[in-house]
């Protein structure tokens, strides 16, 4: 009898365990659920580093955009600065590209963009409220809206090779 509810109870153990790992079979476990995909962008309106000037992202209706938050002291941002660059300058004419920093200062921001050079307009959020509003849960990210202002995809790590960048941006082209 005791035999019989242990092989019970280890089969229940079993079933359960394979239960649970059918139902996460093909997902990725470092996925952050990103719940802001399909909806319109928030708005936003803060100023930008290399004017005395706001920027909001309703002057932009009409234009997809891409959106990157980063920072100095992230490392993989440093990596990911180069294709950002290279795309502003190839597909800058077609689409809107700002970068925001993200916990950063102006000083530092400043700084490395002096050193590295920018092709495109970076916004100063000081108290992280932008990034709050898009859920932003690291650095870098970015965040691809089309014309209509819809966020079609976030992109939750750094853009290293332009090909994978151009392919994102594309189809937010289209």
Partial sequence: MKRGLALLAALGVVGGLVFILARAFGKDPHEVPF???GKPAPDFSIKRLDADEVVSLSSFKGRPVVLNFWATWCGPCKYEHPVLDWAAGEFGDQAVFLGIVFEDTEANTRAFLKQNGWNFPQLFDPKSTVAV???????PETYFINRDGIIVKKYPAP???PRVFAAEVKEILQ
Avoid: A
């Avoid at 509003?133 to 650095?139: E, K, L, R």
């Fill in 35 to 37: 719940k802001l995909k």
């Fill in 159 to 161: 853009f290293t090779d």
């Fill in 133 to 139: 509003d898009y859920g932003v849960s690291g650095v």
